[in-house]
T-cell receptor
């Protein structure tokens, strides 16, 4: 069974510093995708970044990068130059690749990490 | 550029009442999903619709029914609401794809309280 583990219930960081949010996953599939979503206090879910299991390079999107260590089954989110607006819940999610002939895109979510950015 | 629209945003029900949560997307996506989010937990899949005309159970389907009305709309119905169904409900949509990289796009959520 696939599983996502986020071991940090809460993190804090000083404004302008970098922070790493941990995510480990468990799957027996060779093809899978890893996603990070941000949920601000207003409640919406915002897609941040994606990493495919066959991607050789770590994904980057602006100040977000994904530190993908396949052998360790970890997909940590790195936020550089933190801003006050980065304060939010962050969720790691995984989708397995098998059985998608019908276009089924099931995501399994971790419990989330609450990030607080301090001025 | 609405994306995924959910109605209502807030609702309070009494135990045993029924209601339907509405979801519509304007991105021409084939797949749609309903999740619930409980405190301290990530999102859990209730039902999904891979394409128009099909629906399937997710991880926590008990107590819910869904209808894929057309390509744009996917509704979630609580037939007899229970306090355990107090939660935040999210609708999402995505492209059909044969690879894993398509992100799901979420609505703003419906906060539902069952008294």
């Amino acid at each position: 069974a696939q599983k996502i583990t986020q071991t940090q219930p809460g993190m804090f960081v000083q404004e302008k510093e970098a922070v790493t949010l941990d995510c480990t996953y468990d799957t027996s599939d060779q093809s899978y995708g890893l996603f990070w979503y941000k949920q601000p206090s207003s409640g919406e879910m915002i897609f941040l970044i994606y990493q495919g299991s066959y991607d050789e390079q770590n994904a980057t999107e602006g100040r977000y990068s994904l530190n993908f260590q396949k052998a360790r089954k970890s997909a940590n989110l790195v936020i550089s130059a933190s801003q006050l607006g980065d304060s939010a819940m962050y969720f790691c999610a995984m989708r397995e690749g098998r059985g998608f002939s019908g276009g089924y895109n099931k995501l399994i979510f971790g419990a989330g990490t609450r990030l607080a950015v301090h001025p | 550029n609405a994306g995924v629209t959910q109605t209502p945003k807030f609702q309070v029900l009494k135990t045993g009442q029924s209601m339907t949560l509405q979801c519509a997307q304007d991105m021409n996506h084939n797949s749609m999903y309903w999740y619930r989010q409980d405190p301290g937990m990530g999102l859990r899949l209730i039902y999904y619709s891979a394409s128009e005309g099909t629906t399937d159970k997710g991880e926590v389907p008990n107590g819910y029914n869904v209808s894929r009305l057309n390509k744009r709309e996917f509704s979630l119905r609580l037939e007899s609401a229970a306090p355990s169904q107090t939660s935040v409900y999210f609708c999402a949509s995505s492209e059909v794809d044969r690879v894993v990289g398509q992100p799901q796009h979420f609505g703003d959520g419906t906060r539902l309280s069952i008294l």
